[in-house]
């Protein structure tokens, strides 16, 4: 089966800090990746996605990054706020084509006032 | 806050018994995808419904069975349930494929 992993279950930054948030992926197949972010009682919200066959792709203030030799995914918030305090997840979709999309178990984000 | 919708928010529901959840997607979406999400854990992909009919499923039973209809809107219907389907069942749809998903707020399942 795919394997979506998280590097640390759980983050906490001070507030103005930049967050790095890890994930490892298994399936060298896979060609599209996201990151949501889920708060408490909410269901997950698109930040970012990008394709296998980019390295990197700037949001406001949220940078994705792949690297395929090594099967990793990473999320950067900017001058990470309290309102960035949530679960986030990453995702794969496995090939291309596929209609469904492997999420990790996530990384809770604390941000510290 | 996306524009897909979910109801009921929560249920409580026995044993053996039966549920529908119904999902009304973003407008110019026409895929709806459905995922189960235990507590703690990420969605796990349950099945996708594009132009009416089921475009792929994941390693759930046939007792979970969905339908589209054609304004693209969705129900997720689940049979004989068991403790273990209690779960935040998430609806998402997108612009066709599997990019970009956007999901509801969810349905919160209690099976006792």
């Known amino acids: 089966g795919e394997s979506v992993g998280l590097h640390l279950p759980t983050l906490s930054v001070q507030e103005g800090d930049n967050s790095i948030i890890n994930c490892a992926y298994s399936?060298?197949?896979?060609?599209?990746f996201i990151w949501y972010k889920q708060e408490s009682g909410k269901g997950p919200q698109f930040i970012i996605d990008i394709r296998s066959n980019m390295d990197k792709r700037q949001g406001q203030r949220v940078t994705v990054l792949l690297n395929k030799t090594v099967k990793h995914l990473s999320l950067q918030i900017a001058a990470t706020q309290p309102g960035d305090s949530a679960v986030y997840f990453c995702a794969e979709r496995p090939q291309t084509g596929a209609n469904n999309l492997f999420f990790g178990t996530g990384t809770r984000l604390t941000v510290i006032p | 806050e996306t524009g897909v919708t979910q109801s009921p928010t929560h249920l409580i529901k026995t044993r053996g018994q039966q549920v529908t959840l119904r999902c009304s997607s973003q407008s110019g979406h026409n895929t709806v995808s459905w995922y189960q999400q235990a507590l703690g854990q990420g969605p796990q992909f349950i099945f996708q419904y594009y132009r009416e009919e089921e475009n792929g499923r994941g390693n759930f039973p046939p007792r979970f069975s969905g339908l589209q209809f054609p304004n693209y809107s969705s129900e997720l219907n689940v049979n004989a349930l068991e403790l273990d389907d209690s779960a935040l069942y998430l609806c998402a749809s997108s612009r066709g494929g599997n990019e970009k998903l956007f999901f509801g707020s969810g349905t919160q399942l209690s099976v006792l």
């Open positions: 399936n060298s197949a896979s060609d599209y």
